[in-house]
């Protein structure tokens, strides 16, 4: 843009405008250039002024000339069809974008060199210290779980710290960002920070040392009463309401709202946190609090729903505030459920009650957890068969709010995936073992001070069964689906292994779902140099996503045997029948389990509190039916039947295209 010093006639007219400036001369502007559009301002420094030839509309759908008005701006650079008026104090060394819009604020100001939050350290998990995340404003929570969690790697982790800080030193700058057509209205102080295009900051209390990552297709507001200090805000996100950050990255898409506060604390893509408190929490993607009297401190979650009044502690008042906990993804806590740190709670598991023992089901998922008068009861798998698990693992890809082309969390949505079939694996063995040492005749078993009833053991094994054969036949299908097989030596063909990632262990690094050997490789490329920019981490974390079910494919060829007791190389269309028929079995029973769970929000029970003003059943019935409907139209009753009717479909498509089947169809 080109930019020319003020004529005498120009001068003249700001100053009859009220305007004034110890020296013009630092005044250079765009052509053409109306006085008229500046009144009372005072200039100081060196100041650059856009066109005004546009027309910006306010709310209400009030139009007003673009322009200066009563403010003080020092060392601004403002571009085209600009609006600033009722400035309290000062704009100082911002550079402001076309469009924007800045009115009854009381200051916006850079104090020196800054990096936006970029580099601050937040202290998740262990508020002492230890597990620190510098935050940058592309930090995914793939890079911030390995910094967090892998300290044990010295090597790895002052690498990838280094790497950070390279980018941390690319944005530091003395003067400071508001982009194109952004809104900045009724606000309070706000001091060296970073606001990107789009973005809505309405009545905010004051914000010091941020990135605001907005963008146009995914703009982020921050709102009322909100203060932050040392913060990172990601496209797509809002924090309004009155909440309060201090050390917080907030992740894409990601809702602060409602009085809630939060400290040294990382949430990641999609969260949604209301009324509540976190504290030095690692909230991977959907992280979910809702309520007045919850608190999350000191721990790893993801996927998570926190219940009225789920709270956990991090102090013995021994140490300080040194304990951690992991609960796993996809897990629920209940109303008033409160959990003593050190635990590790398995995915998909719900915690009920106060448990002080420090649980530890990392090797049982979807369990229940209940604590009923000071005994503690574990129910392995049996949140397999509850309608809630699977409306969580519906919603959430629905859920995903990020609308930006750069996302920078790879989230897997399988609810059945190699981590959790290991887990289940793993789980059904130990439920052996725990079996196998007590006695197959005892009515109660104990597991690190956890009781589980004999029947709970065993229907927990039956649970675990059916769902590793509904993802290991889900695989086989997957395979084999398409055009006909012509014969063994396709079939085996189809079913051999892509690629050779993939085997061993599986782990959730807070959303992405890999395989342990090629995180390996990451972190030893990283450590050892190969990997020379966040750019290539990121990319390295991408083809995993893109690689998943390859990686996953082998992992089934992998533990084939295993389940099946034959190598995929060697099986033959008879085995894959009964493999179809065991993954139909499987499928349909746990289908029927959902139905029959989700009547149960259609009971006599479920309909107390209705029909108020009669005590007949017939108005209660149709009461409760004219709110929630009947239950054989229910959307998600209606998907369970239709599931098991598109699976059978799929399970005689298959029979119909294994070789011999053709020819007894034709006969």
């Excluded at 502690?313 to 796993?328: C, E, F």
């Amino acid at each position: 843009m080109a930019y020319r010093k003020l004529n005498a006639d120009e001068r003249l007219a700001l100053e009859n405008n009220g305007c004034r400036c110890e020296d013009w001369d630092n005044i250079e502007v765009s052509t053409p250039f109306r006085p008229e559009h500046y009144r009372n301002t005072d200039f100081a420094g060196k100041v650059k002024l856009g066109t005004t030839e546009g027309i910006v509309m306010r709310d209400g759908n009030i139009p007003m000339r673009p322009g200066v008005y009563n403010a003080m701006i020092h060392n601004c650079e403002i571009g085209d069809d600009v609006l600033i008026n009722r400035i309290g104090n000062y704009i100082s060394n911002y550079r402001i974008g076309d469009r924007s819009v800045i009115e009854n604020t009381a200051c916006i100001a850079m104090t020196g060199e800054s990096t936006f939050g970029n580099g601050v350290e937040v202290s998740v998990l262990n508020e002492t210290g230890g597990r620190e995340v510098p935050i940058y404003d592309c930090l995914s929570a793939h890079v911030a779980y390995i910094i967090a969690m892998y300290r044990h790697d010295k090597e790895l982790v002052k690498k990838l710290r280094g790497l950070i800080d390279e980018y941390v030193e690319k944005r530091r700058s003395s003067t400071g960002t508001i982009a194109e057509d952004v809104t900045v209205v009724n606000a309070g102080t706000i001091k060296n920070v970073y606001i990107g295009q789009a973005a809505t900051i309405e009545g905010v209390k004051s914000l010091e040392n941020g990135s605001i990552m907005s963008e146009p297709d995914d703009p982020v507001r921050v709102g009322h009463n909100v203060m932050a200090k040392d913060f990172i805000v990601c496209a797509g996100a809002t924090v309004d309401e009155g909440s309060v950050l201090v050390h917080t990255f907030v992740g894409q898409a990601t809702e602060l709202t409602r009085l809630f506060s939060a400290h040294d604390s990382l949430f990641f893509a999609n969260c949604a946190c209301e009324n509540g408190e976190a504290a030095a929490i690692f909230a991977g993607p959907y992280t979910v609090t809702m309520h007045k009297s919850s608190l999350l401190i000191a721990g790893m979650f993801s996927f998570l729903n926190a219940g009225s009044g789920s709270n956990q502690s991090n102090h013995m008042y021994k140490l300080g505030p040194i304990h951690q906990g992991v609960v796993d993804r996809g897990s629920k806590t209940t109303s008033d459920s409160y959990v003593l740190w050190p635990a590790h709670i398995g995915a998909f598991s719900l915690v009920m009650g106060r448990h002080v023992n420090h649980p530890d089901t990392s090797r049982l998922p979807f369990s229940y957890l209940i604590e009923n008068t000071g005994t503690h009861h574990l129910v392995p798998g049996v949140n397999l068969k509850s309608v809630g698990t699977i409306r969580d693992a519906m919603k959430w890809p629905k859920r995903d709010r990020r609308r930006t082309a750069s996302k920078l969390d790879y989230i897997n949505f399988n609810l059945l995936s190699p981590y959790t079939v290991q887990k289940m694996m793993d789980g059904t063995k130990l439920l052996d073992d725990i079996e196998n040492t007590a006695g197959e005749t005892s009515e109660h078993y104990s597991y690190q001070g956890m009781i589980i009833t004999s029947s709970a053991l065993r229907k927990g094994r039956k649970y675990y069964s059916m769902a590793i054969d509904k993802f290991m036949g889900n695989s086989i299908l997957k395979r084999l689906e398409g055009a006909p097989i012509a014969d063994e030596e396709d079939m085996h063909r189809r079913l051999q292994a892509t690629i050779p990632a993939g085997g061993g262990e599986w782990l959730d690094l807070s959303g992405l779902i890999a395989p342990r050997t090629e995180i390996k490789k990451l972190c030893q490329d990283i450590a050892s140099g190969d990997i020379k920019t966040l750019e290539e981490v990121n990319d390295r974390l991408r083809t995993l996503a893109v690689n998943y079910y390859d990686m996953e494919w082998t992992w089934v060829v992998e533990n084939f045997s295993n389940w099946w007791g034959k190598e995929v190389g060697e099986l033959t269309v008879a085995d894959v029948e009964q493999i179809a028929e065991r993954w139909w079995n499987s499928v349909t029973k746990l289908d029927r389990m959902l139905y029959d769970d989700a009547r149960k929000e259609f009971s006599s029970v479920a309909r107390i509190g209705f029909g108020v003003d009669s005590s007949s059943d017939r108005s209660r019935r149709s009461d409760f039916e004219h709110v929630r409907g009947d239950f054989e139209r229910n959307p998600f009753v209606r998907m369970v039947l239709d599931h098991i009717e598109s699976k059978t479909a799929l399970y005689h498509d298959l029979l119909n295209r294994l070789p011999g089947k053709r020819e007894e169809a034709n006969n």
